[in-house]
């Protein structure tokens, strides 16, 4: 499949995507079917690598490998996976994280997280999806898992022409499932839960969260299962009110919070977080640490100004129930929202309360999460930790 004259420089440098707008998009091109495998070449003829293909989306090709001749396998997305494991293994000392992160993995459209010896994944691409069949080859190759889960509803798949589903293709699932993380064991939902189950992202955030803790009176609003607040408490925190709509998310937080001996000092609740925030603020409620890390905002760049006004919202009225000296950490998972955007939101979010402080941390995902160098939009999570004054 051959690029547009001209148009071969980006892919050549080393992006890892080619847009419709720069294939020569022909007649033959256009009859592939979703997902087929490429030889990507420049409108001369040399070979640009081997990709998946799908003729309907914007970002048309996204390569596999920069050698042409290389033959996609089983073998290939073992080495893939192989490479992604033994960078896990020297940053995590016990087998939960996030394996594969897509295309800084060189694995485009998958998305793995690893719970022990079950394996949850995501094949967010129509070319990810043909190369399901080999890719458990691979997990058998590598990990010898006993479950897989495949996850295939995120909004992504749409954009590709593909079907939500939920499988379990290997093994099953009886019920929620434990994993480790900062000392804690926590529960995720495999089937049921956001995502993949579990956010893994934030583990370093809520490392930093759980050595301001003690002695702390802790507010973690919109908790899903109870990462923040269960590890807050373990890190001494006094008293923790963990806030969240999901009832089945506040029940496996609940099972953590017992899990871990700190059911006394956590007092999870359902119920409206800016409702609950107007409450508290009200009565005159105040909290040494305040969690602020709410499911996106922006969920496609139509939303952004909505968005940014609901992050600066949600941190005027976090800040405002801050105890002076306290602690506010706001997070974001849009990535239609620049770092810049966020701390521009926050930091008017926080004027608008009447506060001052300072920024003690800033922070993404944590590096099982890793970013391709030609992707910077791929670094999705922002967080920043402040002190209040």
Known sequence: MALQPGRHKRAEGGHPWVYSNEIQMNEAAKALPAGSLVTLRAAGGQPLGVATFNPHTLVSARFLDRHWDCKIDADFLASRLEAALAIRGRLYP????????????????????????????????????????????????????????????????????????????????????????????????????????????????????????????????????????????????????????????????????????????????????????QRLASQGERFDIVIADPPAFIKSRKDLGPGLRGYRKLARMSAAVVAKGGYLLAASCSHNASPEDFAEAVRRGVQDAGRTGRILRQAGAAPDHPVHPFLPESAYLKAEVLALD
């Open 94 to 277: 016990e087998p939960y994280y996030r394996l594969i992160h897509a295309e800084a993995d060189g694995l485009p459209g998958l998305v793995v997280d690893r719970f022990g010896d079950t394996l949850v994944c995501q094949l967010n691409t129509a070319g990810m999806m043909g190369l399901e069949g080999a890719l458990i080859q691979a997990f058998d190759i590598v990990l010898h898992p006993q479950a897989i889960v495949f996850r295939n509803d995120s909004p992504a798949r749409g954009m590709e022409g593909l079907e939500p589903e939920t499988r379990v293709v290997r093994g099953a699932l009886d019920g929620p499932i434990e994993l480790l993380e900062n000392g804690a064991v926590l529960f995720a939902d495999l089937a049921g839960g956001q995502k993949t189950g579990w956010f893994y992202d934030q583990r370093d955030n809520r490392r930093f969260i759980k050595d301001l803790a003690q002695g702390a009176r802790v507010l973690d609003l919109y908790c899903f299962a109870g990462g923040f607040a269960v590890e807050a408490a373990l890190g001494g925190a006094r008293e923790v009110l963990a806030i969240d709509r999901s009832e089945a998310a506040l029940a496996l937080a609940s099972k953590a919070a017992e899990r871990n001996g700190v059911a006394d000092r956590c007092r999870f609740l359902r119920a409206d977080v800016f409702d609950e925030l």
